[in-house]
């Protein structure tokens, strides 16, 4: 065998051989799911600027969200289909200390279609949250930021 006689053909191989590795391992490929900006729910399309009705609950377990980022207040889990990871939401329509800004950093099996799941570090206060209707002001759907929607109070 030619390669197995020649030190700089081995060296040579593996060289070319990793650097295909790399290329290959880096490759984009195109995701099979569905656009963020063209989630669609009940005939509407859910874009930034959007204000739309939910329901939420609370949840205070885990230590590392969908995301790979550690827990903390101002997380939500949502349906990926409709609130990708990265979203960012204005949460209305329920007391005080828990409305405001959340982004969408986890999802969950039973987080399906219009619910979201808010993180709060006390379980006895996520459980004495309980179920409750919202309503969902989209600012930002997913990573991109030119799915935001400028001026919004």
Request: glycine share 10%; proline share 5%.
């Amino acid at each position: 065998m030619l390669l197995s006689r020649s030190l700089r053909r081995k060296v040579l191989a593996t060289a070319l051989a990793a650097v295909g590795f790399v290329l290959v391992y880096q490759a984009a490929t195109n995701d099979a799911r569905p656009s963020a900006s063209a989630a669609i729910r009940n005939g509407r399309a859910i874009t930034a600027g959007t204000r739309i009705n939910f329901v939420a609950t609370a949840y205070c377990k885990g230590e590392t969200t969908a995301s790979g980022v550690g827990v903390q207040a101002g997380i939500a889990a949502g349906d990926p289909s409709l609130l990708p990871e990265g979203s960012v939401i204005a949460v209305e329509g329920i007391p005080e200390p828990y409305r405001g800004i959340y982004t969408v950093m986890d999802t969950g099996p039973l987080v399906q279609g219009r619910h979201v799941d808010l993180y709060m570090w006390n379980c006895n206060e996520a459980l004495e949250f309980g179920r409750r209707d919202i309503a969902v002001l989209v600012l930002r759907l997913g990573w991109n930021p030119k799915d935001s929607k400028p001026g919004i109070h």
